[in-house]
């Protein structure tokens, strides 16, 4: 089996990693890839937007299965367009990528399906948005979602109504998210734990994978400004197996169903961020696609054979495939930055140290915003590596993964040192 991934993240290097693995696949390229995912198959200079010269590739190259990581071109319709070009891929319709495309799309699916999430008003006129906040109760809080995608900048959550007039005004008389904002959805502040639960869904099946953790905070203790997420360690002991049936019974099935009426099926994988509330678990977000840096953590621990299931899922037979097996032994991911993100930074610094690291025993290395630079790996991203170890326990992993980081160098390099130890207060 030729397969193609898209994208050049830490997902899509784990993607890599997980279907090079399968006896199934016997070419596997990435495009465009990053130095670290060029170590582990062939990287292909074509960005993850440029549907046309993608779609060529995969006709001349014959590949029999598409994997896309990123939301930017599953929104544009990627799926679509392989589909008619007579070529298979994982990942939803653009029709069926909204539910990540847009908030307004995604909250009034959630209501027609009667799922559990946040209350919520959509507006596209500034002082109606205020006075809708003016005019309830003094205690409550809001957050305020720029309707489009924005790269993940687009939610501003509100300990006061001074937060959230200027996040209104912000993104509807100052455009600052540009047309992704013109739109917003003032939604009812949740409080509790956050997981994230993703599943392969064929239109039909819903197959859960363990649950995990993100850290979206920048730093240590869940503080400082909102990242693309600095660690994730899976499975989570806040979301057990009872929980995974609540959410699929309440939140993924409905959601599926709802998408189907609509004529709208989904394909892909489907991943419901979720707050663990006081009421049970409400929905804070869908996106339509792996999580990152779920997705590194998670694959880690699975010993099923992803190309199988993916190439089943492309083709709505998920029904067909063994159930999936885990490895139970916990896994963790430590992302290490550039120094400055998630503001500005400097790329292009040589980084030391990757040989040492790939010592350190179960565990993998998969490259995030990485490039190689003559004979030298350099950072090229916010984002650059995730650190991923496998062990006995939680804390066997969390040291292995650190001893790892502790080999690898660049300057400004940072990561946080806590990833994980909310697992420790249960
Ligand atoms: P989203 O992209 O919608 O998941 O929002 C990004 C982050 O904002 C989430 O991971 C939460 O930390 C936070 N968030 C979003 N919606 C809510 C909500 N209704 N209540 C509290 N926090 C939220
Ligand atoms: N880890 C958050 C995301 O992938 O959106």
Redesign the pocket.
């Known amino acids: 089996m030729k397969i193609l991934v898209i994208g050049s993240g830490g997902r899509e290097h784990a993607l890599v990693w997980k279907l090079k693995q399968s006896p199934l696949v016997t070419h596997l390229y990435c495009a465009p890839g990053n130095a670290g995912i060029g170590l582990d198959c062939i990287n292909v200079d074509i960005p993850a937007t440029d549907i046309p010269r993608l779609i060529k590739f995969a006709t001349k190259e014959q590949i029999d299965l598409t994997v896309v990581g990123p939301e930017g071109p599953l929104v544009m319709g990627i799926v679509d367009d392989f589909q008619k070009a007579g070529l298979r891929i994982f990942g939803p319709s653009k029709k069926a990528a909204e539910l990540e495309g847009s908030k307004k799309f995604a909250k009034e699916t959630m209501r027609k399906a009667n799922v559990p999430t ?1 209350d919520f008003r959509v507006f596209t006129n500034a002082a109606e948005a205020m006075s809708y906040i003016e005019e309830r109760e003094p205690g409550d809080r809001f ?1 305020i ?1 720029a309707d489009g995608l924005a790269a ?1 900048k687009g ?1 501003v ?1 509100c300990s006061n109504n001074d937060d959230a007039r200027d996040a209104i005004k912000r993104m509807l008389l100052q455009r600052e998210f540009g047309d992704a904002g013109l739109r917003i959805v003032v ?4 409080e509790g734990e ?1 997981a994230s639960l993703l599943a392969f869904v064929d239109g039909n099946t819903i197959v859960p994978l363990e649950a995990a953790q993100d850290h ?1 905070a920048a730093f240590d203790g869940d503080t400082g400004p ?1 990242t693309g997420g600095m660690g994730a360690y899976s499975p989570t002991p806040i979301i057990t197996s009872d929980i995974i049936d609540n959410v699929v019974e309440k939140i993924l099935v409905p959601v599926v169903h709802e998408m189907n009426k609509e004529g709208r099926p989904f394909r892909g994988c489907l991943y419901a ?1 979720l ?1 663990l509330t006081n009421q049970g678990p409400k929905v ?2 869908f996106n339509v696609r792996l999580g990152d840096p779920e997705t590194q953590a998670v694959l880690m621990r699975l010993k099923s054979d992803l190309a199988q299931i993916l190439y089943a899922a492309a083709d709505g037979k998920l029904d067909q495939i063994e159930p999936l097996e885990w490895d139970p032994r916990p896994s963790l991911c430590v992302v290490m930055a550039s120094g400055g993100y998630p503001g500005e930074y400097e790329k292009g610094m040589p980084i030391r140290g990757l040989e040492e690291a790939a010592l350190v025993p179960e565990t993998k290395v998969f490259h995030a915003g990485t490039r190689r630079s003559g004979d030298q790996i350099v950072n090229d991203g916010g984002r650059v590596l995730g650190v991923t170890a496998i062990g006995e326990t939680i804390s066997d992993a969390k040291l292995r993964a650190y001893q790892a980081v502790k080999c690898i160098r660049w300057d400004g390099a940072w990561c946080r040192k806590d990833i994980s130890d909310k697992a420790n207060r249960y």
Do not use: T
């Open positions: 946040a957050v979602k993940g939610v959550v939604e009812d502040r949740l956050e979206k909102n961020g707050m804070l977000e």
